[in-house]
Each structure stands twice: as structure tokens, then as C-alpha cells.
Nanobody
């Protein structure tokens, strides 16, 4: 059964950094394109970063480009999101996801809360 577990969210001040991690199991992780998305209060969930199966190709939403970095470890079956220079508008629940071998279309983790507040 496909399982995604996000961790290492928290409360930080503007300008601080945070690295989220997503542990994957139950599917062939090294063949899966992986995504990080976020959902802020009263807003729709939106993709912020995507990484190819090898990790060699990444893409970012304009709002996080230059500040966030997505990476993956195909041995540990993890995908990380390094977030630098966090701002108030980055406050959201962050989710990792994949469509690979997901019978429901897109499979999501439970999310991890990131709050940026001074």
C-alpha cells in the first residue's frame, strides 16, 4: 500500500530556513515523479516543486523559485524540500504526493504544518 509521511514542519520566523522530508513506502519510489504542494488557509492546494525520477530535473512555482530546493534520495526513499528565506506567505500545510502506482489518481501524505510568524 502506497504511503507518504511528511515531517519536520514547524514554527519559524521570517527569513529562517526549514527542510521538510517525506518518507515513501509501498511503491517503486525510484520510478515515481514526486511533488511538494502546499495549501494555505482559505486557498486551494498548489504544487510548489516537482522532481524527476532521477532527481536531475526539477521545477518550481514562481513564488518559491530561488528559495526552495527539492531533492530526493532513491536509496532512502525520501524526498526533501529545503526552504530558505521563509516569508509569512509561505505559511501553509505542505504535502508530498505522487501519481505513480496510485489507484486513486494522486496519493497524498497527511501533510505537515509550516507557520512563518514574527
Amino acid at each position: 500500500q502506497l504511503h507518504l509521511v511528511e515531517s519536520w514542519g514547524g514554527l519559524v520566523q521570517p527569513g529562517w530556513s526549514l527542510t521538510l522530508s517525506c518518507a515513501a513506502s509501498g511503491f517503486n519510489f525510484s520510478s515515481a515523479i514526486m511533488y511538494w504542494s502546499r495549501q494555505a488557509p482559505r486557498k486551494e492546494r498548489a504544487v510548489v516543486a516537482v522532481i524527476s525520477v532521477s532527481g536531475g530535473v526539477t521545477n518550481y512555482a514562481d513564488s518559491v523559485k530561488g528559495r526552495f530546493t527539492i531533492s530526493r534520495d532513491n536509496v532512502k526513499n525520501t524526498v526533501d524540500l529545503q526552504m530558505n528565506n521563509l516569508q509569512h506567505e509561505d505559511t501553509a500545510v505542505y504535502y508530498c504526493s505522487t501519481a505513480y502506482e496510485c489507484t486513486s489518481g494522486i496519493c497524498w501524505g497527511q501533510g505537515t504544518q509550516v507557520t512563518v510568524s514574527s
